[in-house]
T-cell receptor, first 111, second 117 residues
Framework: TQLLEQSPQFLSIQEGENLTVYCNSS?????LQWYRQEPGEGPVLLVT?????EVKKLKRLTFQFGDARKDSSLHITAAQPGDTGLYLC???????????FGKGTKLSVIP | EAGVAQSPRYKIIEKRQSVAFWCNPI?????LYWYQQILGQGPKLLIQ????????DSQLPKDRFSAERLKGVDSTLKIQPAKLEDSAVYLC???????????????FGAGSRLTVL
């Protein structure tokens, strides 16, 4: 079983601050996805990364896939209250179609 | 485009009772997934369908859980009898094509929250 560890588990910051959350594993993934889940809703896909070292930007969010494809990070610049939610990373192992989810980072952005 | 529809949104039952959840995926999506999300954890795959066939049900507790996808469209997930540890949100997701690459784009429904007393 491939495990994804996310850190920190909880994060509470003031509006305008920057933050980084991490997703780590000892296993190699063929692809990794980041989702955001708001209370009472299902996860919504933010990005998919497939190449080691790949960096993708989505407005104020920057996603990076580690060179060895074992880890990923999500950096948010100038956080806003609308960024509040549970951030989940999910990886698919080499030759596998099944997504393994981490436990998530619960982010609260205080106005 | 309509999203993934799930019902009921909330269900409270006593242990040993039965419950069923329904999911209508996005039109044209061949692959349908049921995930279980326990409070404080990430979603765990229970079963994956490709059209009306089962692709993966290795993590489905088959002694109490069952799922079907008749005609390759709607799906139901049933729990009988329920246990306290089944309290969770049951998420249905669908994707357009199962490519086998692991990079499928999943669209999730809002989930069905089950409380077992």
């Amino acid at each position: 079983t491939q495990l994804l560890e996310q850190s920190p588990q909880f994060l509470s910051i003031q509006e305008g601050e920057n933050l980084t959350v991490y997703c780590n594993s000892s296993s190699v993934f063929s692809s990794l996805q980041w989702y955001r889940q708001e209370p009472g809703e299902g996860p919504v896909l933010l990005v998919t990364v497939v190449t080691g070292g790949e960096v993708k930007k989505l407005k104020r969010l920057t996603f990076q896939f580690g060179d060895a494809r074992k880890d990923s990070s999500l950096h948010i610049t100038a956080a806003q209250p609308g960024d509040t939610g549970l951030y989940l990373c999910a990886g698919a192992g080499a030759g596998s179609y099944q997504l393994t989810f981490g436990k998530g980072t619960k982010l609260s952005v205080i106005p | 485009e309509a999203g993934v529809a799930q019902s009921p949104r909330y269900k409270i039952i006593e242990k040993r009772q039965s419950v069923a959840f329904w999911c209508n995926p996005i039109s044209g999506h061949a692959t349908l997934y049921w995930y279980q999300q326990i409070l404080g954890q990430g979603p765990k795959l229970l079963i994956q369908f490709q059209n009306n066939g089962v692709v993966d049900d290795s993590q489905l507790p088959k002694d109490r859980f069952s799922a079907e996808r008749l005609k390759g469209v709607d799906s139901t997930l049933k729990i009988q009898p329920a246990k306290l540890e089944d309290s969770a949100v049951y998420l249905c997701a669908s994707s357009l094509v199962f490519t086998g690459s692991g990079a499928n784009v999943l669209t999730f429904g809002a989930g069905s929250r089950l409380t077992v007393l």
